[in-house]
């Protein structure tokens, strides 16, 4: 069972690039949230979205409730940007989340 | 800024032990859970916690067991440690509501030899 599906995998960018990472899910949702996750493993909180856009700094991360699809974008990429991007979503029944598997993002200078 | 302290970054056990994973959270969180990561796999849950001596299994709970005998405090036990239980395991703490993030420790490295 996927309730979570991310694309792509990996992917690899210059520096400078705009970048998209795709979310798509299967569920009914009370929020659906992008986490980043650096080598060395800790994860951080990127976005929690329940409907249209946010943005911080360089990242915007919308989504659309219709179609069950959500992307991360990151505008104008650098290295530090390299990491694990996940996407979640939490459910109304229960407390857990369901995670997709991950966005391997590496940055080249 | 809540903080989920998660007692090692890396552990070496051998085949048979029991092994102890301790987290602590300090923002009075309801909600607890103890997640593994392994490569293609993504995070599946193992065990979680929605208050003080509760818990639930999750998708994967066959050789770990969990205690919460004090609301700050979620450990995970690997009963008798086997290779396959060599993995990243991540302590996530949650306030109650339906639209709450999760706040992640560092993880655990634990290696099993």
């Known amino acids: 069972k996927n309730e979570v599906e991310q694309s792509p995998q990996n992917l690899t960018a210059q520096e400078g690039e705009f970048i998209t990472i795709n979310c798509s899910y299967s569920?009914?949702?009370?929020?659906l949230h992008w986490l980043q996750q650096h080598p060395g493993g800790g994860i951080v909180s990127l976005f929690m979205?329940?409907?249209g856009k946010k943005k911080h700094g360089r990242l915007i991360a919308t989504i659309n409730i219709q179609e069950k699809h959500s992307s991360l974008h990151i505008t104008a990429s650098h290295p530090r940007d390299s990491a694990v991007y996940i996407c979640?979503?939490?459910?109304?029944?229960?407390?857990?989340?369901?995670f997709g598997t991950g966005t391997s993002l590496t940055v080249i200078p | 800024d809540v903080k989920v302290t998660q007692s090692s970054r890396y552990l070496v056990k051998r085949t048979g032990e029991k092994v102890f994973l301790e987290c602590v959270q300090d923002?009075?969180?309801?909600?607890m859970f103890w997640y593994r990561q392994d490569p293609g796999l993504g995070l599946r849950l193992i065990y979680f916690?929605?208050?003080?001596?509760?818990?639930e299994k999750g998708d994967i709970p066959e050789g770990y067991s969990v205690s919460r005998e004090k609301k700050e405090r979620f450990s995970l036990i690997l009963e008798s440690a086997s290779t396959n239980q060599t993995s990243m395991y991540l302590c996530?703490?949650?306030?109650?509501?339906?639209?709450?993030?999760?706040?992640f420790g560092d993880g655990t490295r634990l290696s099993i030899l």
């Open positions: 996530a703490s949650r306030n109650r509501g339906q639209v709450q993030p999760q706040h």
């Open positions: 569920v009914g949702i009370s929020a």
């Open positions: 979205l329940s409907s």
């Open positions: 979640a979503v939490s459910v109304y029944t229960g407390n857990q989340f369901y």
């Open positions: 923002m009075d969180h309801e909600n």
């Open positions: 916690s929605y208050d003080v001596k509760m818990k």
